[in-house]
């Protein structure tokens, strides 16, 4: 019977304490999957010499699909790309990596007519990461928002 109540005991009081500590410790976890990083610099778009060829990923580089080439980003990160003049955004996937030391990103020229800098060349920019959920729902939303071609009859 004294085993009972040391086994009662136990349940009643350690069981509640513990639980009450683990949403701290889950919410600490969300957090930190939540950081997000944000740079400002130049932004440029790929050349069409590049078209077809290997990106550090080894996808095929494709100028019209929201892709990026960055030093300063994790391969695979998604990023929210702001024209700071004239507040255009664009949502794209670093999947490559860049010879440009004095930019910050290299856009895939679809994202950088969205960013409407293609004339000039060169954009300053603000870019923040994403959470990948977001950033792969925001391209599809991009995606979607395109000319789709007409059926012909």
Do not use: C
């Amino acid at each position: 019977m004294g085993f009972g109540i040391v086994l009662w005991s136990w349940l009643t009081f350690a069981l509640p304490i513990q639980q009450q500590n683990l949403p701290k410790s889950q919410e600490a976890a969300s957090k930190k999957e939540i950081k997000t990083e944000q740079k400002t610099g130049i932004a440029s778009f790929y050349h069409n010499k590049f078209e077809g060829r290997k990106t550090a990923t080894g996808e095929v580089f494709d100028n019209d699909k929201y892709t990026a080439a960055s030093n300063h980003f994790k391969l695979g990160t998604y990023v929210k790309v702001t024209n700071q003049v004239n507040g255009k955004v664009v949502y794209v996937k670093v999947n490559d990596r860049m010879g440009h030391q004095s930019r910050m990103i290299d856009l895939a020229e679809v994202a950088a007519e969205e960013l409407k800098f293609v004339r000039r060349g060169t954009a300053k920019v603000k870019i923040e990461s994403v959470p990948a959920a977001e950033g792969k729902r925001q391209i599809l939303a991009q995606n979607a928002g395109e000319e789709q071609p007409k059926n012909e009859l």
